[in-house]
T-cell receptor
Framework: DTGVSQDPRHKITKRGQNVTFRCDPI?????LYWYRQTLGQGPEFLTY????????KSRLLSDRFSAERPKGSFSTLEIQRTEQGDSAMYLC?????????FGPGTRLLVL | SQQGEEDPQALSIQEGENATMNCSYK?????LQWYRQNSGRGLVHLIL?????REKHSGRLRVTLDTSKKSSSLLITASRAADTASYFC???????????????FGKGTHLIIQP
């Protein structure tokens, strides 16, 4: 257990529905990252927060995706109008500097 | 896109043997990290090596870095069944650095330790 928690751990949804995932980082970490991982691949960077500011977004983050980190604490990742291609593990990580501490992930299945 | 490429993609060895995994990357880096992932779980940081370092040790782990060849290797000595996992190398944003680009991971090496 790294101290980073994610909720829910699993989510099954129907195509077209909206889903929201939550990440609670290690409290003293000001950096927070979201990644997506598909089967047999390494994680791919989605977005990065420094405190409450979203400083970087990957091209993978289409306009159906939105992330927030109000007050620089927990973060949410919302996917609107889900598609089957969104099925993946969504990983959150927090960091005080270079080393990242990952949560257990939320596995999303879009039917 | 994936920057790193781990080699081999899969490795099966007997308990007690040493396991070596290699990673190649494409752009300049500030540091390279190795992470372990047990099936269906989050990633666990193993070791970080900076671009001005050539070798680093941590317990049974030994990491080397050759920036001229843009490659790194991870050696796990005296392997145990609990070492069975996927291992990923990850690089930072190089010149841009600062963490803003996140880490770029390879596809990983799946290591199986046979008891």
């Amino acid at each position: 257990d790294t101290g980073v928690s994610q909720d829910p751990r699993h989510k099954i949804t129907k195509r077209g529905q909206n889903v929201t995932f939550r990440c609670d980082p290690i409290s003293e970490h000001n950096r927070l990252y979201w990644y997506r991982q598909t089967l047999g691949q390494g994680p791919e960077f989605l977005t990065y927060f420094q405190n409450e500011a979203q400083l970087e977004k990957s091209r993978l983050l289409s306009d159906r995706f939105s992330a927030e980190r109000p007050k620089g604490s927990f973060s949410t990742l919302e996917i609107q109008r889900t598609e089957q291609g969104d099925s993946a593990m969504y990983l959150c990580a927090s960091s005080p500097a270079e080393t990242q501490y990952f949560g257990p992930g939320t596995r999303l299945l879009v039917l | 896109s994936q920057q790193g490429e781990e080699d081999p993609q899969a490795l099966s060895i007997q308990e007690g043997e040493n396991a070596t995994m290699n990673c190649s990357y494409k752009t300049s880096i500030n540091n390279l990290q190795w992470y372990r992932q047990n099936s269906g779980r989050g990633l666990v940081h193993l070791i970080l090596i900076r671009s001005n370092e050539r070798e680093k040790h941590s317990g049974r782990l030994r990491v080397t870095l050759d920036t001229s060849k843009k490659s790194s290797s991870l050696l796990i000595t005296a392997s145990r069944a609990a070492d069975t996992a996927s291992y990923f190398c990850a690089t930072d944003g190089g010149v841009s650095g600062g963490g803003a680009d996140g880490l770029t991971f390879g596809k990983g090496t799946h290591l199986i330790i046979q008891p």
